[in-house]
T-cell receptor
Framework: SQTIHQWPATLVQPVGSPLSLECTVE??????LYWYRQAAGRGLQLLFY??????ISSEVPQNLSASRPQDRQFILSSKKLLLSDSGFYLC?????????????FGSGTRLTVV | AQSVTQLDSHVSVSEGTPVLLRCNYS??????LFWYVQHPNKGLQLLLK??????LVKGINGFEAEFKKSETSFHLTKPSAHMSDAAEYFC??????????????FGTGTQLKVEL
């Protein structure tokens, strides 16, 4: 069965520090991978998506970047965190056609920038 | 671009009474629609999805939703609420991304409270 792992679950980082959140998927090949952010009191916003190794698309300009070094690994990074980067980050995967299976989300990372 | 509107930010029901969470969508073609649930500090769980097959979709935990094209609605219902249903619910529409993949556009969410 397919599983998705996301870590860490919670993170408190000072402003200006780097960030690395990791997401891995098991039990599927060549998934589409996504990073979403949920700010307090708001819905989810798509940050990045990837349809293959090394292929990254950004939906919104921001202080973050993403990389996909392996087929089932998706990393969210920042060189210098801002207060506005605080939020709940969710990794997700899907396979084609997405309408058959929907998306599967990781358990999320609660990031607090202080 | 496709979008969804969740008409209620908060819904409060008594345990054992019906649940209705409202969602309207905007789409230029036949959409793929989903309902997700998020319990506090947890990830998102798929409740059900509509993919142009049956208009009445049954999901997990006794939830179901009906796709009504004439009303552009996809309301989520459950005959009898349980305390464990208290969570935030998101109506979601899927759209294709340039270069492949799909983008989920989320509604702003409805917080469901279940009281004894």
């Amino acid at each position: 069965s397919q599983t998705i792992h996301q870590w860490p679950a919670t993170l408190v980082q000072p402003v200006g520090s780097p960030l690395s959140l990791e997401c891995t998927v098991e039990g599927t090949s060549n998934p589409n991978l996504y990073w979403y952010r949920q700010a307090a009191g708001r819905g989810l916003q798509l940050l990045f998506y990837s349809v293959g190794i090394g292929q990254i698309s950004s939906e919104v300009p921001q202080n973050l970047s993403a990389s996909r070094p392996q087929d089932r690994q998706f990393i969210l990074s920042s060189k210098k965190l801002l207060l506005s980067d605080s939020g709940f980050y969710l990794c997700a995967w899907s396979v084609w056609p997405v309408t058959n299976y929907g998306y599967t989300f990781g358990s999320g990372t609660r990031l607090t920038v202080v | 671009a496709q979008s969804v509107t969740q008409l209620d930010s908060h819904v409060s029901v008594s345990e054992g009474t019906p649940v209705l969470l409202r969602c309207n969508y905007s789409s230029s073609y036949s959409p793929s629609l989903f309902w997700y649930v998020q319990h506090p500090n947890k990830g998102l769980q798929l409740l059900l999805k509509y993919t142009s097959a049956a208009t009445l979709v049954k999901g997990i935990n006794g939830f179901e939703a009906e796709f009504k094209k004439s009303e552009t609605s996809f309301h989520l219902t459950k005959p009898s609420a349980h305390m464990s249903d208290a969570a935030e619910y998101f109506c979601v529409v899927s759209d294709q991304l340039t270069g492949g993949g799909n983008k989920l556009t989320f509604g702003t969410g409805t917080q469901l409270k279940v009281e004894l």
